[in-house]
């Protein structure tokens, strides 16, 4: 299976300064076949960044898009106009949970739409600090997960990446609010047996599974070890292009 590296860049750069980014970026990069890098910019910047990036190289990924295709939806961007665009699209962010207010419902139904339109949904699931706390990680893994997937047939299943991004690990500098590989190796093992349990077991291996929450170079090598662990969606690191290099190699080093 490849690696997947997925830089989110959140709400950060200009047009210009994410172009700026990519450009640097591809000419740096090696074609790494066995490594599917991915960047995420603002939607803003989607459109002209395709004009631009080589996609045997680097992979374009939205952060977030509309359910339905078209209509009286103000502000909205629906996947349909990221047909072709994108190849990818964060769905279902902490962010946008605790933030935006999305629930379940919405984000079933924009992975669906995301699928749809020929778009690999990045469904992100994890739970927030108190929710660990009180020993609920399981059961807020299996409904975010079941609930997200809801409007996901048996066919269309192998078009899904899942990131898992405990909240209470997301943009942290401190290393007790870092995820420990063992943590991470847990939880895994619940998504891929809740995925056992609605799929079946082939896809419960095949489904890609990431982690996010504060993925540095230091700490790459370690987190892609853990078993079950296909790659790291990885925000603030993402934005210092030498240190999302050195996670790529990282990745490109473990992977061989
Ligand atoms: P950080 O890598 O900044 O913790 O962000 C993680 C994340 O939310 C990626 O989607």
Known sequence: MKTYIVGNWKLNFTVGEASIYLHKLLKTLPNYRDIEVV???S???????SLQVDRHKIKLSAQNGFYRDYGAFTGEVSFSQLRGIVDYSII?????????G???????????????????????????ESERAFGETAD??????TGGLSEVSDDDIDKVIIAYEPVWAISSTKAAKMAT???IAEVVKLIRKNLKDIYGAKVAEEVPVLFGGSVKPSNA??????PGVNGLLIGGASLILSEFTDIIETAKRVSS
């Open 140 to 145: 807020v893994i299996r409904d975010q997960l």
């Open 181 to 183: 590989p063992d943590e």
């Open 43 to 49: 939607t803003i910047a989607l459109q002209p960044l």
């Open 221 to 226: 090598g370690a987190y892609l070890t853990v």
């Open 92 to 100: 279902g962010h902490s962010e946008r949970r605790n933030i935006l």
């Open 39 to 41: 960047v995420a910019p």
């Open 102 to 128: 999305e629930d379940d419902k919405m984000i079933a139904k924009k992975v669906a739409a995301a699928i749809r339109n020929r778009i690999t949904p990045i469904l992100c699931i994890g739970e927030t």
